[in-house]
């Protein structure tokens, strides 16, 4: 499948190295920055050290949408959450879910950290073209460097919300990290995810480093402890060993019970040693 950009808005995502196995998606650039504050988020490098939250012209969002949903013939995912949380609550996310519901092709993905899923399970026999991603990730790891965003905890109530609203539901663990006793943090973390058995799909990456970011980072006094998990550089930046990476992946899978599994922006290598479909079904494709 290939696609085409429909202004700054609806932007096809093709750009991956050769080497880094990642689907191509639409993005729906919506808004941009995010409210959190977490110490590795890539919108410190893309944003060039701005990363506060800042939403588009409704009307010129809206507008490039529609076009691109007239035109694209192959069923799509658009996902929201690539330059922002995706804000299920913000009322331009609202209009920008309406509209999916006007027709039955194309679906549009949330990508969030957000605890509050109370206007989407209120409004959910109408969200039928929604798909709510929920990200998160072991509680001592939130705590040290996902600030600002609620506990996944919180997430994990809102997460079943949805569930029990009938909204399609999706998970991201996005990045692990090999703090002590991970295999213990990250256990309890999908022990709590399989208790949903509503979520089918689930999104695995560790930690990725792009220059920009740590740059970036370092400079606005973030918390750069985790940098020290590097060992590698690849096509999509400093990464953890293969031995790590793959520890990490093995674990998860074999305690993940959801039927569909997927790494994010990882090596082709590392895809094939863990059998999976180079188009393999992560979070941003249907």
């Not at 050769?18 to 995010?34: N, Q, V």
């Not at 990490?248 to 993940?256: A, E, N, S, T």
Request: hydrophobic residues 35%.
């Amino acid at each position: 499948m290939s696609g085409r950009t429909y202004s700054q808005t609806v932007v096809w995502f093709a750009k991956t190295p050769p080497t880094i196995l990642c689907p191509h998606f639409y993005e729906l650039r919506w808004a941009f920055g995010c409210n959190y504050s977490c110490a590795w988020c890539y919108l410190l490098g893309t944003g060039w050290g701005r990363k506060h939250f800042r939403d588009y012209s409704l009307r010129d969002v809206l507008k490039h949408i529609h076009k691109a949903l007239q035109e694209i013939t192959q069923p799509s995912l658009f996902n929201t959450g690539e330059l922002s949380d995706s804000y299920p609550n913000h009322p331009n996310m609202i209009a920008i879910m309406n509209l999916f519901e006007t027709q039955r092709t194309h679906k549009v993905l949330l990508l969030t950290k957000t605890a509050d899923a109370g206007r989407l399970a209120q409004d959910a026999s109408k969200r039928k073209q929604t798909i709510y991603s929920c990200s998160l990730n072991a509680l001592p790891v939130a705590e040290k460097w996902e600030l600002k965003t609620p506990s996944p905890l919180e997430r994990i109530k809102a997460l079943k919300k949805a569930v029990e609203a009938g909204i399609q539901v999706r998970v991201r663990i996005d990045p692990v990290v090999p703090i002590e006793g991970w295999r213990q943090h990250y256990g309890e973390l999908v022990d709590m995810i399989n208790g949903i058995p509503q979520v089918k799909r689930v999104t695995i990456g560790t930690l990725r480093g792009l220059p920009r970011t740590i740059m970036y980072g370092k400079k606005l006094g973030c918390d750069m402890s985790w940098t020290k998990y590097f060992d590698v550089k690849t096509g999509w930046g400093l990464k953890m060993s293969d031995e790590l990476r793959r520890g990490v992946y093995g674990f998860m899978f074999d305690r993940l019970q959801a039927k569909e599994k997927a790494i994010c922006k990882e090596t082709r290598e590392m895809a094939k040693e863990f059998k999976l479909d180079l188009k393999m079904k992560c979070s941003c494709v249907l």
